[in-house]
């Protein structure tokens, strides 16, 4: 099976003032299979939404390599890009700054379906747009009336609904969510990630679920990946990576989840801040803040490695499990 997308050896980075360069994603690689549902994890500031927005070539990036449906995008501009963008998607956080305050949704969610055109080449009647609205509705839960209305009578788990149903719009095969649930209340966010539960169950889509903590992913997740300033450094099914991390940064994040859901034992407690991904570490990128960090460590970087079927972390030292 082809995988829907495709990332190797990915990099982005900002050149700044004063010969300083930001490396927001320093050589990423991973495959998203058709259907899958991968959960993208790591603290504000590891690049995750930066390497979000590379998938989908909302940016550019600086080298590396996407493929998309088997097809090659990476340097794809915008004009032979169209044609792809009705298939891949992206859900942001902030559902209120996604929603011009001053068009109804039902005008929002109609632009894209007359932008684009349908499968076979023909622009869409108003007749198929108005009943695209009402399924788009009934696939988010949503009444039909809310079409009628403006962003600001909605709350905050209403607009992220509205959000996904514009996602929807044109049948995306790969939607990308960069914490989708983050702004949302507790009680609220359980109800958008069972949506976006159902809508994989349904319509068998394919999603990177960007999250900042495990919690959030781990109940519809089919395989997360951890990034520390702009790696992935442990990736894998995820009740692999839940139950036995193997990277220690990743058994630090798992601390932040309630027992007994993961194997706690071996979470540590995360010390220090994030350094700067203007001047990461040499060697171990985690090395300033890990634990069990040795000579080696402080010179040598480790590289993804498999530690169990399906299951590859980049330390030298990974936590093994009995
Ligand atoms: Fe810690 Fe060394 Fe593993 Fe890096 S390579 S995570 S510093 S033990
Ligand atoms: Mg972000």
Same mark, same amino acid.
């Given at each position: 099976?082809?995988?829907? @997308?495709?990332?190797?050896?990915?990099?982005?980075? #900002?050149?700044?003032?004063?010969? =300083?360069?930001?490396?927001?994603?320093?050589?990423?690689? +991973?495959?998203?299979?058709?259907?899958?549902?991968? &959960?993208?994890?790591?603290?504000?500031?590891?690049?995750?939404?930066?390497?979000?927005?590379?998938?989908?070539?909302?940016?550019?990036?600086?080298?590396?390599?996407?493929?998309?449906?088997?097809?090659?995008?990476?340097?794809?501009?915008?004009?032979? +890009?169209?044609?792809?963008?009705?298939?891949?998607?992206?859900?942001?956080?902030?559902?209120?700054?996604?929603?011009?305050?001053?068009?109804?949704?039902?005008?929002?969610?109609?632009?894209?379906?007359?932008?684009?055109?349908?499968?076979?080449?023909?622009?869409?009647?108003?007749?198929?747009?108005?009943?695209?609205?009402? =399924? !788009?509705?009934?696939?988010?839960?949503?009444?039909?009336?809310?079409?009628?209305?403006?962003?600001?009578?909605?709350? &905050?788990?209403?607009?992220?609904?509205?959000?996904?149903?514009?996602? !929807?719009?044109?049948?995306?095969?790969?939607?990308?969510?960069?914490?989708?649930?983050?702004?949302?209340?507790?009680?609220?966010?359980?109800?958008?990630?069972?949506?976006?539960?159902?809508?994989?169950?349904? !319509?068998? +889509?394919? #999603?990177?679920?960007?999250?900042?903590?495990?919690?959030?992913?781990?109940?519809?997740?089919?395989?997360?990946?951890?990034?520390? @300033?702009?790696?992935?450094?442990?990736?894998?099914?995820?009740?692999?990576?839940?139950?036995?991390?193997?990277?220690?940064?990743?058994?630090?994040?798992?601390?932040?989840?309630?027992?007994?859901?993961?194997?706690?034992?071996?979470?540590?407690?995360?010390?220090?801040?994030?350094?700067?991904?203007?001047?990461?570490?040499? &060697?171990?990128?985690?090395?300033?803040?890990?634990?069990?960090?040795?000579?080696?460590?402080?010179?040598?970087?480790?590289?993804?490695?498999?530690?169990?079927?399906?299951?590859?972390?980049?330390?030298?030292?990974?936590? !093994?499990?009995?």
């Amino acid at each position: 099976v082809t995988p829907l @997308l495709a990332i190797r050896d990915l990099h982005k980075t #900002y050149r700044l003032a004063h010969g =300083e360069s930001l490396k927001a994603v320093d050589g990423v690689s +991973l495959s998203v299979m058709p259907g899958e549902m991968l &959960g993208l994890v790591g603290e504000s500031g590891c690049g995750k939404s930066t390497l979000g927005r590379c998938m989908l070539r909302l940016t550019d990036v600086s080298s590396g390599q996407i493929l998309f449906e088997g097809r090659d995008i990476t340097t794809m501009g915008e004009r032979s +890009l169209r044609p792809l963008r009705p298939r891949m998607q992206m859900v942001f956080q902030d559902s209120n700054a996604s929603l011009n305050p001053r068009r109804r949704i039902g005008d929002l969610l109609a632009e894209p379906l007359r932008v684009h055109r349908d499968a076979d080449g023909h622009r869409r009647s108003a007749t198929v747009i108005a009943d695209r609205l009402h =399924e !788009l509705m009934n696939l988010v839960g949503l009444p039909p009336a809310a079409l009628d209305r403006y962003a600001h009578e909605f709350s &905050g788990g209403q607009r992220q609904r509205i959000n996904i149903a514009r996602a !929807l719009a044109l049948s995306p095969r790969l939607i990308v969510a960069d914490e989708p649930v983050s702004a949302l209340d507790v009680s609220v966010q359980a109800q958008i990630v069972n949506l976006f539960a159902d809508l994989q169950a349904q !319509l068998g +889509l394919t #999603y990177v679920f960007v999250a900042h903590d495990l919690a959030v992913v781990r109940q519809i997740s089919d395989r997360v990946a951890v990034m520390y @300033l702009g790696a992935v450094v442990e990736l894998g099914e995820t009740d692999s990576v839940l139950h036995h991390p193997a990277h220690p940064y990743t058994a630090a994040l798992t601390a932040a989840i309630p027992r007994p859901v993961v194997g706690g034992d071996r979470a540590i407690p995360l010390r220090g801040d994030v350094p700067s991904p203007i001047s990461r570490p040499d &060697g171990c990128r985690f090395h300033t803040r890990c634990p069990h960090a040795r000579d080696r460590c402080r010179s040598e970087e480790p590289r993804l490695r498999p530690i169990r079927p399906g299951h590859e972390a980049a330390c030298h030292f990974p936590l !093994l499990s009995e």
